[in-house]
């Protein structure tokens, strides 16, 4: 066997591994990509050949690079290429490139933000975040902190929580996120209207 039709031939494991390592339904997994559970269960299988159509909106869905799909070896440039990604007038770059565990994000909020809705939020998971500069101001529960560089803070995602800018500068800082945190401060879609 020549070595792409090894490596095509490896894509269908890698495809189930991966869904199974996330949690994720085949139905779940349709919906997201578009595909039809039938193709991607054939996918999966080896019964249905990768193509490039089927495997980019799956590597959209599972966040991997699409060689990593493919298996090809990862070589040249071991930087992450951060796309910033804005929601709520803050801009989160991303520092880690590995999905299904933590993930570590540089966040940039401008004086002010975020604007919006002042009410604090509740969801599964687990946060931590350092200050690298500016001042940010951490809203707890019945916690009122402001936090400057170089200080740490680690909460229970569950307990009602907000970041904001107080100002006068820009504030910058690192967050890490579990899963779940990922998905509601970088990844939510906005509401449909």
Request: net charge positive; glycine share 10%.
């Amino acid at each position: 066997m020549a070595n792409d039709e090894v490596l095509l031939a490896e894509v269908g494991p890698r495809l189930r591994a991966l869904r199974k390592q996330r949690g994720t339904t085949l139905s779940q997994l349709a919906e997201a990509t578009g595909i039809s559970v039938s193709t991607l269960s054939r996918l999966e299988s080896g019964g249905r050949r990768p193509t490039l159509e089927l495997l980019l909106p799956l590597a959209r869905a599972h966040q991997v690079p699409l060689d990593e799909l493919v298996g090809a070896p990862h070589v040249g440039d071991p930087r992450v290429q951060a796309r910033p990604i804005v929601r709520h007038g803050m801009t989160f770059l991303p520092l880690t490139r590995r999905p299904g565990g933590p993930q570590a994000f540089k966040q940039i909020l401008p004086p002010g933000t975020p604007t919006g809705d002042p009410g604090q939020q509740t969801h599964e998971g687990y946060e931590w975040l350092y200050v690298l500069s500016g001042r940010l101001r951490l809203l707890l529960g019945d916690h009122d902190l402001i936090l400057t560089p170089g200080e740490v803070a680690e909460f229970d995602t569950r307990l009602p929580h907000r970041l904001l800018n107080p100002g006068p500068d820009t504030a910058e800082v690192i967050n890490l996120f579990g899963p779940q945190g990922e998905r509601l401060h970088v990844r939510a879609r906005p509401h449909a209207r």
